[in-house]
């Protein structure tokens, strides 16, 4: 008996092709792809203050392209292709129509759909690491670190623990979606990356207000959304297993919000919005490497605990140790990152159901907990030791940090372009750097005394 036409085999939809997996592993990148862009984008954007609006999206766009192009260059090979050492594949790269159309290593998809699912979320980590140096990297020293770091620690990381032939994978490492791989190695990264980088001015790191708290509410609401396709699409299948994580995904990061919540209203007497927001986030990051792999009442324990503990550490062992005093995170990604990636690792060893890893992992759920401390010790020495050796590299060709020139003056002076042109609050109404006037031409005067809201009259 003949299939029906739409479950024929033709060239361009061989036996071995799942069209349904196809089409949600597409749909769950195009998710994750949105909380870079626009997500994170209009987080950053609205969550500093105005006179790094630009400079801090602009920094997100920029690596979400670079890091493509980088992607299928080389990038991909190195982390998913042959072995070239234990910890790392062989360069090479992602474009050939041979090897695009092909089936890939896991499940009932092409190699094009895996190289694209795996590219939105080597661009989130860079992102992520952003975060820690907003307000003061210089963004010529930025644009050389994304390649740098993407080839040269990220790439390690990826291959070790995700790819068949990596060393961790072997040992049965359970890291679901990328509770180490993108959490624990951006905020780790990141808080390296910022060490070397060094400060924001003593003005912004004394207040640094956000510039649109509805706008980064905005932002939060798609990196919250988004992770249905970060933690959905990592079973490579529409599976029961897909919707368990999905729904894990929701419950944690729900109750650990809750939780934060409850905490800043006990201890600061008000409820806040930012405060809610970093507890979205550390519950996201904490159920990321255990969302297939849990039962619900685990994923609510492990929202309790991610609402509270990078609470603590944020908070409290923040502000008595000093060197991480020292240490300017601007989004304090060591703690919704690192500590929560890490948190959420240990946690999967202990709450990791048998039966669940055998949906996915096809091994044992025993004897997890050393192996899932092995890897984080070796995340952590990744990248402190990698991403030290780039940014003391990127030094001698140009400055990581800012001149105090454009510290003070920002956006305009880096980018010649503001966020708001409003008249007032300090902001300047027409910019030297983004006038069509010329330097020796005089602004006129219509144009200068113009108040907000007034109607701006060109001569």
């Known amino acids: 008996m003949a299939l029906p036409l739409n479950l024929a085999t033709d060239e361009g939809s061989p036996d071995w092709l799942n069209k349904g997996d196809n089409a949600w592993q597409l749909t769950a990148a195009t998710l994750v792809g949105m909380q870079s862009v626009p997500g994170l984008v209009i987080l950053y954007g609205s969550i500093v203050k105005k006179k790094w609006a630009v400079n801090s999206a602009f920094m997100a766009l920029y690596a979400f392209a670079a890091v493509l192009i980088c992607w299928v260059g080389w990038g991909y090979q190195?982390?998913?292709g042959d072995k070239f050492i234990p910890f790392l594949g062989q360069p090479d790269v992602a474009l050939d129509q041979k090897f695009l159309l092909r089936r890939t290593f896991v499940g009932y998809l092409p190699n094009a759909t895996m190289v694209y699912f795996?590219?939105?979320?080597?661009?989130?980590?860079?992102?992520?690491?952003?975060?820690?140096?907003?307000?003061?990297?210089?963004?010529?020293?930025?644009?050389?670190?994304?390649?740098?770091?993407?080839?040269?620690?990220?790439?390690?990381?990826?291959?070790?623990?995700?790819?068949?032939?990596?060393?961790?994978?072997?040992?049965?490492?359970i890291d679901y979606s990328g509770g180490y791989v993108i959490h624990l190695s951006s905020g780790v990264a990141g808080f390296t990356a910022a060490f070397w980088v060094g400060p924001r001015t003593n003005k912004d790191r004394e207040r640094f207000?956000?510039?649109?708290?509805?706008?980064?509410?905005?932002?939060?609401?798609?990196?919250?959304?988004?992770?249905?396709?970060?933690?959905?699409?990592?079973?490579?299948?529409?599976?029961v297993d897909a919707s368990l994580a999905v729904l894990n995904t929701h419950v944690c990061t729900a109750t650990s919000l809750l939780v934060w919540l409850l905490l800043d209203i006990i201890f600061f007497g008000k409820p806040s919005v930012i405060g809610a927001i970093q507890g979205m986030i550390t519950g996201l990051v904490c159920i990321t490497p255990a969302a297939g792999v849990v039962q619900g009442w685990a994923a609510i324990i492990m929202g309790m605990l991610s609402g509270s503990i990078p609470w603590y550490t944020m908070m409290v062992l923040h502000k008595k140790i000093s060197f991480l005093k020292h240490v300017d995170d601007t989004m304090a990604i060591f703690h919704t990152h690192a500590i929560a990636g890490s948190l959420g690792g240990i946690l999967t060893g202990i709450f990791a159901e048998p039966k669940l890893c055998r949906i996915f992992y096809l091994v044992p759920g025993f004897k997890q907990l050393g192996v899932q401390l092995l890897g984080i010790l070796f995340v952590v020495f990744t990248n402190v030791i990698m991403t030290s050796i780039i940014c003391v590299v990127i030094k001698f060709v140009v400055p990581l940090r800012l001149s105090e020139e454009q510290l003070s003056t920002g956006d305009d002076a880096i980018h010649g372009e503001e966020a708001y042109a409003l008249w007032g609050?300090?902001?300047?109404?027409?910019?030297?750097?983004?006038?069509?006037?010329?330097?020796?031409?005089?602004?006129?005067?219509?144009?200068?005394?113009?108040?907000?809201?007034?109607?701006?009259?060109?001569?």
């Open 78 to 80: 190195m982390a998913f």
């Open 118 to 173: 795996q590219f939105v979320f080597a661009a989130i980590t860079l992102i992520l690491i952003a975060g820690a140096l907003l307000g003061r990297m210089n963004f010529h020293a930025w644009m050389i670190f994304v390649p740098l770091w993407l080839t040269f620690s990220y790439t390690i990381t990826a291959y070790s623990i995700w790819c068949p032939t990596g060393w961790l994978y072997k040992k049965g490492i």
């Open 209 to 239: 207000p956000p510039n649109n708290i509805l706008l980064m509410l905005a932002g939060a609401g798609l990196l919250w959304m988004g992770w249905t396709g970060f933690n959905g699409g990592d079973p490579y299948t529409v599976s």
């Open 425 to 459: 609050d300090g902001e300047k109404y027409q910019s030297r750097h983004n006038s069509f006037y010329t330097a020796d031409q005089e602004i006129p005067q219509s144009t200068k005394s113009a108040g907000a809201g007034g109607q701006v009259e060109m001569a």
